[in-house]
Structures are given as structure tokens and as C-alpha cells.
């Protein structure tokens, strides 16, 4: 299997831009999480899904972040407008029986 | 609620010698714990997990983990560290019979390894 696939790997946007992370899952996992991660406040989980419902977004900063997951090969995270306090790296990571199988990062900075 | 404490954030050990990282968890129900590593602009990797039974759980690249449930510990072992050990390590716990899926992890411990 080739994993849990994330694009794109680096993004250099300005304030006020739109964000669009993407997602595809390993093939036959049931959950989806999305984590941020930064020197400052470490590993966050965002928001979770099971069998492709949003769960949990407890973890969802503001207004201006949402995530989508339309089928179980696919889900996105989107930030709209981005601010500069959003550069950090977003995990993906899918799951079937506990633990979970991360992609390799999507490198944000917003200048 | 759920929580990992790992309470150092550096642990360093020179080649050959035996390491432990170490991980304390709270939870309410029974325990599902985690370990995972994180290479240098790379995601985290599984290492192993303990759900139940042997208290000793083994998992990849030599690592092992015991559970110590009166200590509500979870340590991670090596016998013997190798330099490509040098990497982030993060401790995760969930509640077997709750809060399905969701895991919370430490903050990591930065290990290092050297010849």
C-alpha cells in the first residue's frame, strides 16, 4: 500500500489566501484525523472523522478552518482567510484498529 | 479526560548503551497505549502499542515498551541504542472504551544518540 498520501507537501501563500490541504487515506481504514504540529504547542489534533463523519472538531482553531471528508478515499482541510499564526505542518493520519498510520506533512507558511 | 506526560524533553545516551524514554498516561477506562517516531521532516511513524496481556510488548527496530499499570507508566526500552535511533519520541494514550479513535499524544521527548 502506498500510505497515507498528503499534498502538497510545501505551500508558501500570503495573509488572506485561501488554504486547500488534501488527503487520501490508506485504503480500508474507517478514521481520519488531521493534526497540526509546531514548536510551540506540539502535536494538536484538529478534527477526527469515522466512516467519513466529522466526529470531533473540538480541536478546530477558529471559524476559518473546516475539513471535509466527501468519501473514503478523500478529505480536505481548508483555511480561509490564512493568517501568518497558521504556518505549521498538518498531519493526515488514518486508522483501523488503534493506531494511527501518518502521511508525510503539508508544510504551511503564510507570509 | 485523557493525558500523556513525558517528562523529559531531551534524553541522550551513547551507542550500545540501553535507553528508556520515559511516559506517564492518565485515563479513565482501560488503557490503549501508543508509541511513535518522528524523523526529521518526516510524519510519525507506529512503533508498538499495548491493548491488553503482556505486560512487555515488543515492537519495530529492537524497541520494546512495558506497562506498569500501578504506576500508570509506559516506558520505552532499547537495549542497546543505535545513532539512526536519534529521532523525536512520542508517547500516545486513548481510552479503550471510550472516545473512540481519538488519541492524545505528549509533547515528545528528542532522543539522541551518539557514537
Known amino acids: 500500500d502506498a500510505g497515507v498520501i498528503q499534498s502538497p507537501r510545501h505551500e508558501v501563500t500570503e495573509m488572506g489566501q485561501e488554504v486547500t490541504l488534501r488527503c487520501k487515506p490508506i485504503?480500508?481504514?474507517?478514521?481520519l484525523f488531521w493534526y497540526r504540529q509546531t514548536m510551540m504547542r506540539g502535536l494538536e489534533l484538529l478534527i477526527y472523522?469515522?466512516?467519513?463523519?466529522?466526529?470531533?472538531d473540538s480541536g478546530m482553531p477558529e471559524d476559518r478552518f473546516s475539513a471535509k471528508m466527501p468519501n473514503a478515499s478523500f478529505s480536505t482541510l481548508k483555511i480561509q482567510p490564512s493568517e501568518p499564526r497558521d504556518s505549521a505542518v498538518y498531519f493526515c493520519?488514518?486508522?483501523?484498529?488503534?493506531?494511527?498510520?501518518f502521511g508525510e506533512g503539508s508544510r504551511l507558511t503564510v507570509l | 479526560a485523557q493525558s500523556v506526560a513525558q517528562p523529559e524533553d531531551q534524553v541522550n545516551v551513547a551507542e550500545g548503551n540501553p535507553l528508556t524514554v520515559k511516559c506517564t498516561y492518565s485515563?479513565?477506562?482501560?488503557?490503549?497505549l501508543f508509541w511513535y517516531v518522528q524523523y526529521p521532516n518526516r510524519g510519525l511513524q507506529f512503533l508498538l502499542k499495548?491493548?491488553?496481556?503482556?505486560?512487555l510488548v515488543k515492537g519495530s527496530y529492537g524497541f520494546e515498551a512495558e506497562f506498569n499499570k500501578s504506576q500508570t507508566s509506559f516506558h520505552l526500552k532499547k537495549p542497546s541504542a543505535l545513532v539512526s535511533d536519534s529521532a523525536l519520541y512520542f508517547c500516545?494514550?486513548?481510552?479503550?472504551?471510550?472516545?473512540?479513535?481519538?488519541?492524545?499524544f505528549g509533547d515528545g521527548t528528542t532522543l539522541t544518540v551518539k557514537p
Open positions: 500516545a494514550v486513548r481510552d479503550f472504551n471510550t472516545n473512540a479513535g481519538k488519541s492524545t
Open positions: 472523522f469515522n466512516n467519513n463523519v466529522p466526529i470531533d
Open positions: 485504503s480500508g481504514h474507517n478514521s
Open positions: 485515563v479513565s477506562g482501560n488503557p490503549y
Open positions: 499495548y491493548i491488553t496481556g503482556d505486560n
Open positions: 493520519a488514518s486508522s483501523y484498529s488503534g493506531e494511527l498510520f
